[in-house]
């Protein structure tokens, strides 16, 4: 039976810019969740991946795969490491849409934190390794590579709070009382220590591709988010984890990390405090307080569009589900913060 090919045109484009030596290809949808289609093409000496722009009309700087393609760019031969990337296409003729390609890195992507299956040792020895990443990433010369435009410097917490906040308000699904607290504690309580680097936006294990028998990371993924930013909103989201319960989505708290041989998150801070010489503890509870917020506000609005049937995920109702627990752990850090700091 012969599969239907869903971009006629872009085996021979391929050929046409010498990446591949035929314009027989196979082309497969990756999977992930991610909002920017993403296919596997298999060549006959080579495998790529593609991500391209939706279809429809796109709100404004949504889905802009350009800065994708450019910070993965800008990072090769950088300590961050990242697939190799080759062609942005603007032209929708091929694809429908524009697109980039880069190498597919064949490799491990871990979901749970607990890392289920695993020996202590190399539980210990990932976790170690994701903390390298991260410090390499906050350490970026921005100047250097080319990015120092990448984002607005300063103010990232404040535009950030504003943003959801405003998301939050638009949406026509109710706003919980712990929500309306927030939007109103947070932006009157943001420490004044600033800084701006190259961060992530969404650096979590699933979004990492680990070398297939190494604790090695071999490629960070879906730079979607990416933007010049606060590192330490950037790292306390990484840390989220530790505070979430593995029964309301993927974390690790209350389950024993000791015997995992699973850093602390005391452990794991230090650790990104020796690689970076950054100070990290001071403000910790408003930096968990905001982050817990956030996704609260991305929880909300995949419960919106559930409502509003624009979902295309088939459990947008049940992760629609976990804003307003997200919020009370986002309290909780600042009731804490507001306790044990701003007094």
């Given at each position: 039976?012969?599969?239907?090919?869903?971009?006629?045109?872009?085996?021979?484009?391929?050929?046409?810019?010498?990446?591949?030596?035929?314009?027989?290809?196979?082309?497969?949808?990756?999977?992930?969740?991610?909002?920017?289609?993403?296919?596997?093409?298999?060549?006959?000496?080579?495998?790529?991946?593609?991500?391209?722009?939706?279809?429809?009309?796109?709100?404004?700087?949504?889905?802009?795969?350009?800065?994708?393609?450019?910070?993965?760019?800008?990072?090769?031969?950088?300590?961050?490491?990242?697939?190799?990337?080759?062609?942005?296409?603007?032209?929708?003729?091929?694809?429908?849409?524009?697109?980039?390609l880069m190498d597919?890195?064949?490799?491990?992507?871990?979901?749970?934190?607990?890392?289920?299956?695993?020996?202590?040792?190399?539980?210990?020895?990932?976790?170690?390794?994701?903390?390298?990443?991260?410090?390499?990433?906050?350490?970026?010369?921005?100047?250097?590579?080319?990015?120092?435009?990448?984002?607005?410097?300063?103010?990232?917490?404040?535009?950030?709070?504003?943003?959801?906040?405003?998301?939050?308000?638009?949406?026509?699904?109710?706003?919980?009382?712990?929500?309306?607290?927030?939007?109103?504690?947070?932006?009157?309580?943001?420490?004044?220590?600033?800084?701006?680097?190259?961060?992530?936006?969404?650096?979590?294990?699933?979004?990492?591709?680990?070398?297939?028998?190494?604790?090695?990371?071999?490629?960070?993924?879906?730079?979607?988010?990416?933007?010049?930013?606060?590192?330490?909103?950037?790292?306390?989201?990484?840390?989220?984890?530790?505070?979430?319960?593995?029964?309301?989505?993927?974390?690790?708290?209350?389950?024993?990390?000791?015997?995992?041989?699973?850093?602390?998150?005391?452990?794991?801070?230090?650790?990104?405090?020796?690689?970076?010489?950054?100070?990290v503890k001071e403000?910790?509870?408003?930096?968990?307080?905001?982050?817990?917020?956030?996704?609260?506000?991305?929880?909300?609005?995949?419960?919106?569009?559930?409502?509003?049937?624009?979902?295309?995920?088939?459990?947008?109702?049940?992760?629609?589900?976990?804003?307003?627990?997200?919020?009370?752990?986002?309290?909780?850090?600042?009731?804490?913060?507001?306790?044990?700091?701003?007094?």
């Open positions: 039976m012969n599969t239907i090919q869903p971009f006629p045109e872009l085996g021979q484009f391929l050929v046409d810019q010498g990446l591949t030596r035929s314009a027989h290809i196979n082309v497969e949808p990756l999977s992930g969740g991610q909002s920017n289609p993403t296919f596997r093409i298999d060549c006959a000496d080579k495998q790529f991946v593609l991500r391209k722009q939706p279809q429809g009309t796109l709100l404004k700087s949504a889905h802009a795969i350009d800065r994708e393609f450019r910070v993965i760019t800008a990072l090769h031969n950088s300590d961050v490491p990242v697939p190799r990337t080759y062609e942005y296409v603007h032209d929708n003729s091929i694809t429908g849409t524009p697109f980039y597919y890195v064949e490799g491990r992507i871990l979901m749970a934190p607990s890392l289920p299956g695993m020996l202590a040792g190399e539980r210990r020895a990932i976790y170690t390794e994701m903390n390298r990443v991260i410090a390499a990433l906050h350490s970026v010369d921005v100047s250097a590579v080319g990015l120092d435009d990448f984002g607005r410097p300063g103010n990232y917490f404040a535009r950030q709070i504003k943003r959801w906040s405003m998301q939050c308000k638009a949406a026509t699904l109710p706003v919980s009382a712990t929500m309306q607290r927030l939007m109103e504690w947070l932006p009157q309580n943001i420490p004044s220590v600033e800084e701006t680097t190259l961060v992530h936006g969404d650096f979590r294990m699933d979004n990492l591709i680990f070398h297939p028998t190494q604790p090695r990371v071999i490629a960070v993924i879906d730079w979607e988010l990416s933007t010049l930013g606060h590192p330490l909103a950037d790292f306390s989201y990484h840390c989220m984890s530790w505070h979430v319960p593995p029964s309301l989505w993927r974390g690790t708290a209350g389950l024993n990390l000791a015997y995992l041989e699973i850093h602390s998150e005391a452990e794991y801070i230090d650790l990104y405090e020796s690689a970076t010489g950054r100070e403000h910790w509870d408003f930096y968990m307080a905001y982050n817990f917020f956030r996704m609260a506000a991305i929880f909300h609005g995949i419960a919106q569009r559930s409502l509003d049937g624009n979902s295309a995920s088939t459990d947008a109702v049940e992760t629609g589900k976990k804003a307003e627990p997200f919020a009370e752990l986002a309290w909780h850090f600042a009731h804490r913060y507001a306790t044990n700091f701003c007094q």
